[in-house]
């Protein structure tokens, strides 16, 4: 990439049969919705794309379907993960060779008891970084439970080469993210929000440029992100407030189901399933989801039909 990366960058979930078998065709459907929605990027085997259910086999699957299907249409970020370091290397080199733009990655994380020290967390990025050549984004969310200490993130951005984008969506997500910007300085290239956006108008107010959310109402969002860098603040807020009881919905009662629940009901994928133990949406909550993201007349809701 030649500039700085902006804007709105969502996850892409990953679609399953209603056997539970991946949906590769699923896929290639929902990049191309996510593209129509006008994304500046796209995120793929994230937390939201139920990585954390997906076999080895089937992470390789989705990345060479997902990155030859996007074909440079958007830039694509993938998510390598893993506790261990050589595999998280194994990956970043496999996405990079088919074309990925960046990486995401969490710090190395499986249970209070194998956290690392912060010296280990520094390694492991390190590792990665020597072995690529494109941009890592480092994900500080709350699932991985390791803690990511904005003097510690600084020394990353300083003397890790390809470390230069983060994904903040911590508790009080826009001071880490002031206080971030403010020590990084140039070395912070791309400041983001996650959480799907209920934080994003004060994550703005700090200084972020983006925001990472799913894949349910992306060109809702985007506004909402570009008229705040244009200075135009009103419209900003009016467009936050238009939003926010669909991101209040999606962030507090469906998680990472939503976006597949209302693709599917906008015939962009033929199924919503979800891996065990996660469970479907109850009927409830469903109702509301559809009812909020019909009167957005969102674009996933109407793209297949």
């Not at 796209?42 to 060479?64: G, P, V």
């Not at 989801?289 to 957005?296: A, F, H, W």
């Amino acid at each position: 990439m030649q500039n700085p990366l902006t804007g709105i960058l969502p996850v892409a979930p990953t679609p399953f049969h209603s056997d539970g078998a991946i949906d590769p065709d699923g896929m290639r459907r929902v990049l191309d919705c996510m593209i129509d929605q006008g994304v500046d990027a796209i995120c793929i085997l994230a937390n939201y794309s139920e990585q954390f259910l997906l076999s080895d086999e089937e992470r390789a699957t989705l990345t060479r379907v997902s990155l030859d299907h996007v074909a440079g249409r958007v830039p694509v970020i993938v998510t390598i993960s893993h506790f261990a370091t050589d595999i998280v290397i194994h990956r970043a080199k496999e996405a990079q060779s088919l074309g990925a733009s960046m990486l995401m990655m969490m710090p190395p994380y499986h249970g209070v008891g194998l956290a690392p020290s912060e010296q280990g967390v520094f390694e492991h990025f390190a590792a990665v970084s020597n072995a690529i050549s494109i941009p890592i984004m480092v994900q500080d969310a709350p699932l991985s439970g390791v803690s990511l200490p904005v003097p510690l993130l600084v020394k990353m951005a300083r003397e890790i080469e390809h470390v230069s984008y983060f994904k903040i969506e911590t508790p009080f997500a826009a001071d880490k993210l002031a206080a971030l910007i403010d020590l990084g300085a140039e070395h912070i290239v791309g400041p983001f929000d996650g959480e799907e956006a209920v934080t994003l108008l004060a994550d703005l107010d700090a200084g972020c440029t983006g925001a990472m959310t799913s894949a349910l109402q992306p060109e809702m969002i985007r506004p909402i992100v570009t008229d705040y860098r244009a200075g135009n603040m009103e419209a900003a807020l009016d467009q936050w407030k238009l939003c926010l009881p669909l991101i209040n919905h999606e962030n507090r009662q469906c998680g990472l189901r939503a976006a597949k629940t209302v693709m599917m009901e906008g015939g962009v994928i033929g199924s919503d399933y979800v891996r065990h133990p996660l469970t479907p949406l109850s009927p409830r909550t469903k109702e509301r989801l559809i009812s909020l993201s019909r009167e957005l007349d969102l674009i996933a809701l109407r793209w297949g039909k």
